[in-house]
Each structure stands twice: as C-alpha cells, then as structure tokens.
C-alpha cells in the first residue's frame, strides 16, 4: 500500500471550516483513500473514503486531486468534539492488503473555541 | 446495537505474567485484528484472523499470541516473551471481502506493566 504524509497538527476555530491535508504521491491506480479519526483514548472512527471522486457524507468532504496524489479532508462547521487525531490511509483492494490497514501518526487537530 | 467490546478497559500486569485481552464482536463480521498503539503513535499491527481458526502474524506479532476459535471472539494474549507491552492496545473488525467501508474498532484496552 502507497505511503502517505500528513501534518503533525493544525489548529482550527470553532465554527470555521478544518481543511486536512494528505499527500500520496504512490498511490496505484487501485488504491483508495480513507480517513479514520481517533479522539483520545477511543478507538479509530471511520469517516469516509474515496478512489478519485469528490465524496460527501454527513460527517466530511473527501477532495481527490486530478493526478489523484494529494487529498483534503474538510470539515465543515468544526466542532469542540473533533479535536482528534485525524488518520489519512491509502488502501489496495488485493486480498493481501485489505486485511491490513496501515496507520501512520496522523494530524493532531485541536479545535478552539 | 452490534459493536466489538474490549475487556477490561484498564489492565495492570507484573513483569513476567502472560495476560489475556479480551475482543467480542456481534457484527458477525469474518475478519479481526489486534493493533497496538503508543504514546503518539499510529497503530501497528499484531495479528488479524479473516475466517474460525487461522489468523497470520502482523508486523509486531513477537511476545504475543492470539486464538480464534469462534467467529465472535478474538482474544490476545500478551506473554513475558513481549519485552515492552504497555502500550494501548486495540481490537478490530471488518465484514468479509472487500468491503469499503472499513473497520469497525473497539474502544481500546491499556495495558500497564508494574
């Protein structure tokens, strides 16, 4: 599965828009891109995955880049409660690798009032 | 509501003791893994079964040993072979085949040496 690199952390303010980013300059054409968060002490959250589509769901948007390299995972409204640790994973469909997701150190994000 | 529960949350274990993390799921869900995480750290895999009665090594597996015996329950065992086992230890599950969506996660065991 493709490597991916993401900020250790950023910080947002209530209310405004968190926009993550995830570089994934490896990524083969097969491969999908997750996001999990993981508020401290829980354990990891799906959010919402794409292969090369803009996504959309009730928690985030999922932006893919044309070359399909990079992505932004925005958060909307951000909330008090999305202070997390916020994991970007690039994800094969081969019966090798979908059994093993790979986590990386993620992006702290802390949201302020 | 179907879920994965990890028992207990909290474990302190002496130097030289094996202990016994627990993992149920009722999702009906084929395939489970173990992770294990530290301080500021990703997760890192230990074991994963995808069917009853196999299971392959993850990329940590030494010191460690896992059973499943049946579809609902995955349970680790942490043996006096594992040289550094505290560490926040996490229990997971995904439907069979390529599914999308992803895994399901308990919400974590922490595990203490004393």
């Known amino acids: 599965d493709a490597k991916t690199t993401q900020p250790p952390s950023m910080d947002c303010a209530e209310g405004r828009a968190a926009n993550l980013p995830c570089n994934h300059s490896?990524?083969?054409?097969?491969?999908?891109v997750y996001w999990y968060r993981q508020i401290h002490s829980q354990g990891p959250q799906y959010i919402i995955h794409?292969?090369?589509n803009n996504e959309t769901n009730e928690m985030a948007s999922l932006i893919i880049t044309e070359d399909r390299k990079s992505s932004t995972l925005i958060l909307p409204h951000a909330t008090l409660r999305d202070t997390a640790v916020y994991y970007c994973?690039?994800?094969?469909?081969?019966?090798?690798?979908?059994?093993?997701?790979?986590f990386g150190a993620g992006t702290q994000v802390v949201v302020t009032p | 509501d179907g879920g994965i529960t990890q028992s207990p949350k909290y474990l302190f274990r002496k130097e030289g003791q094996n202990v016994t993390l627990s993992c149920e799921q009722n999702l009906n869900h084929d395939a489970m893994y173990w992770y294990r995480q530290d301080p500021g750290q990703g997760l890192r895999l230990i074991y994963y079964s995808q069917i009853v009665n196999d299971f392959q090594k993850g990329d940590i597996a030494e010191g460690y040993s896992v059973s499943r015996e049946k579809k609902e329950s995955f349970p680790l065992t942490v043996t006096s072979a594992q040289k550094n086992p505290t560490a926040f230890y996490l229990c997971?599950?995904?439907?069979?085949?390529?599914?999308?969506?992803?895994?399901?996660f308990g919400s974590g065991t922490r595990l203490t040496v004393v």
């Open positions: 490896t990524i083969s054409g097969n491969e999908y």
């Open positions: 997971a599950s995904s439907p069979p085949g390529l599914q999308l969506r992803g895994y399901t």
């Open positions: 994973i690039v994800r094969g469909l081969t019966t090798d690798s979908w059994g093993k997701l790979q």
């Open positions: 794409g292969l090369k």
